[in-house]
């Protein structure tokens, strides 16, 4: 594990950013945290790390959105109203993983089963201060953990988020 703290929404942003130029194409990464943690402000960063350029928004309502304009499909996941783990394989879940994009998925945590074995799990918890975020990385496989190393090597005041800890 892993943990980062962001002072700023766009601390946060940054942070997703700096994660976005490094993925590659069948990454997963599981968010959770509470509502209002910082799930989508994350995602954003990520998806502009990766270039897309449209503007991205939360998909509550669609439970998928693909963005196509980056260096890699984007497939943001909003589970938070999806009730069974059937609708996720009904909405082809499964198909989107590990594939030719990556895939982003917020409250991840309400369909653990469903998620694939090697993913980065990324939890945002609020700290101290209402502006604060603590980022927990948990990474399940060998490139997730050497993904975190990298993070933890970028991290400074001047990043926008700095290493908060292991
Ligand atoms: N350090 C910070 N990091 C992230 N967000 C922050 C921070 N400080 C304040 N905020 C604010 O918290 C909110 C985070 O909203 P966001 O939609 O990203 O949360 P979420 O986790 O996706 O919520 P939901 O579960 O509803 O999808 C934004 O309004 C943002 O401005
Ligand atoms: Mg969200």
């Known amino acids: 594990m892993t943990s980062f703290l962001t002072r700023t ?3 946060t942003f940054q942070f997703g950013h700096t994660l ?3 993925l590659a194409a069948g990454d997963v990464l599981c968010l959770t945290g509470d509502l209002g943690a910082g ?16 503007t991205v928004t939360s998909p509550t309502f669609t439970l998928m959105q693909v963005y ?11 589970l938070y109203r999806l009730d069974a783990p059937m609708d996720l394989h009904n909405i082809g879940f499964e198909e989107y993983m590990g594939g030719d994009g990556v895939a982003l ?3 991840a945590d309400k369909f653990p089963a469903a998620m694939p074995e ?44 700095c290493h908060a800890g292991v």
């Open 118 to 161: 090697h993913c980065l799990w990324v939890e945002i918890n609020r700290g101290r201060e209402t502006t604060e975020r603590v980022i927990m990385l948990r990474p399940k496989g060998e490139r997730y953990r050497r993904l975190g190393e990298e993070l933890k090597e970028s991290a400074d005041s001047g990043a926008g988020y």
């Open 20 to 22: 976005g130029k490094k």
């Open 105 to 107: 998925i917020e409250w």
């Open 9 to 11: 929404a766009d601390g």
């Open 39 to 54: 799930k989508t402000l994350l995602v954003q960063g990520a998806a502009a790390g990766l270039g897309v350029t449209e």
């Open 68 to 78: 196509e304009t980056g260096r890699l499909p984007v497939y943001h996941f909003d």
